[in-house]
T-cell receptor, first 114, second 111 residues
Framework: EAQVTQNPRYLITVTGKKLTVTCSQN?????MSWYRQDPGLGLRQIYY???????DKGDVPEGYKVSRKEKRNFPLILESPSPNQTSLYFC?????????????FGNGTRLTVT | GQSLEQPSEVTAVEGAIVQINCTYQ??????LSWYQQHDGGAPTFLSY????GLEETGRFSSFLSRSDSYGYLLLQELQMKDSASYFC????????????FGTGTQLKVEL
């Protein structure tokens, strides 16, 4: 089954404790991206990657890091989480072989930073 | 900056037709897409307009008018399961590959 898998689904942590949210896709997609969703603000792009070893900032990259060492994986790293990073996070992927390809989203990670 | 505006909430009755608008401020973009999200779950793709006009996919249709900086999602024969949030999204030209989403419209379908 074609899917984007995020882990964990829920995470509660404390300020300053480094964490990683994993994202993996099995569709051989070149493009991968991270979004955060907050009430009233919709989905905002954090980082994206066009292919292995190619990453770029989205609209809200501060406080986040990503890496793309393998095509299928695109982890989101919070080196020193803060309470304002409490949010619902989504990973997504798509192919780039057409002008438009729909995004396939993971099931989300609900992060709480206390 | 570039922004997409949607109504925050729309309510309609089962069996009715509802239109969710998306207006934007930009000089250029590749196309307008729509996604559905149930209760904080994974957003799922609904429709895409690369050109002006109407695209129909079953009960859902989407429309784009670049000259009016406006698009909409039309849902016909509403069902209770259509209660969800709906997001428009565009990939603006000149902005790398940053996909921008609207703030979303929560649709409530009532009996």
């Amino acid at each position: 089954e074609a899917q984007v898998t995020q882990n964990p689904r829920y995470l509660i942590t404390v300020t300053g404790k480094k964490l990683t949210v994993t994202c993996s896709q099995n569709m051989n997609h070149e493009y991968m991206s991270w979004y955060r969703q907050d009430p009233g603000l919709g989905l905002r792009q954090i980082y994206y990657s066009m292919n292995v070893e190619v990453t770029d900032k989205g609209d809200v990259p501060e406080g986040y890091k990503v890496s793309r060492k393998e095509k299928r994986n695109f982890p989101l790293i919070l080196e020193s989480p803060s309470p304002n990073q409490t949010s619902l996070y989504f990973c997504a992927s798509s192919s780039v072989d057409r002008v438009f390809s729909p995004l396939h989203f993971g099931n989300g990670t609900r992060l709480t930073v206390t | 900056g570039q922004s997409l505006e949607q109504p925050s909430e729309v309510t309609a009755v089962e069996g009715a037709i509802v239109q969710i608008n998306c207006t934007y401020q930009t000089s250029g973009f590749y196309g307008l897409s729509w996604y559905q999200q149930h209760d904080g779950g994974a957003p799922t793709f609904l429709s895409y307009n690369g050109l002006d006009g109407l695209e129909e996919t079953g009960r859902f249709s989407s429309f784009l008018s670049r000259s009016d900086s406006y698009g909409y999602l039309l849902l016909q024969e509403l069902q209770m399961k259509d209660s969800a949030s709906y997001f428009c999204a565009v990939l603006f030209t000149g902005g790398g590959n940053k996909l921008t989403f609207g703030t979303g419209t929560q649709l409530k379908v009532e009996l």
